[in-house]
């Protein structure tokens, strides 16, 4: 499995300028914990000020090319974002920022991973408030996925139980 800093730079080397700059600082912030939409925002100040150095081409209106600008390095930022969303390791910390940025963005690559890669990490109160929020934002057809991981990890969580009842000296007739 390649680590989050070789896909970070196969995936963002051509979109973002100045990513040789970027990526270090980029390992740092997911390093120090740093919020995804805090992640986010650096970026685009970095991506903005690139694009800012090049300076607007002659015979353009100066306000409008640096609007044009902020808009692209805003889209630019929020895709190497969900790019980093597809390859964050499930941890404890990912977990978090990922329950953070969905608090905030219907982020699809998030709910994504939530609702598979990180369903273990989830109490069952996160898991059914994810999965409700997700069917208020995206169609049946998408959601029928995460309702099929979420039903064979609740399965594996109850033959977990029961098999910890049984070597304790439990009931073995014992339901979940």
Known sequence: MKTVNDLSRDIFREE????????????????QGTSLKEIRHNIYIHIFECFIETGSPKGVDEEEWKEEQSREAMNRAFNVVEGLIENLPATEQNRQRLLDYIGEYASFNAYDRLLSDFLPLL??????EILAR????????VTAEWEENVKWEMEQR???????????????NESF
């Not at 100045?18 to 912030?29: F, I, N, V």
């Not at 997700?134 to 057809?141: D, N, Q």
């Not at 109850?158 to 073995?172: A, M, P």
């Open 158 to 172: 109850r033959k977990r139980h029961l098999k910890q009842n049984k070597q304790k000296g439990g009931n073995k």
């Open 123 to 128: 109490s069952e109160e996160e898991i059914k």
């Open 16 to 31: 973002v300028p100045g990513w040789e700059a970027l990526e270090p600082q980029l390992r740092s912030w997911l390093e």
């Open 134 to 141: 997700a069917k208020a934002w995206f169609i049946p057809e």
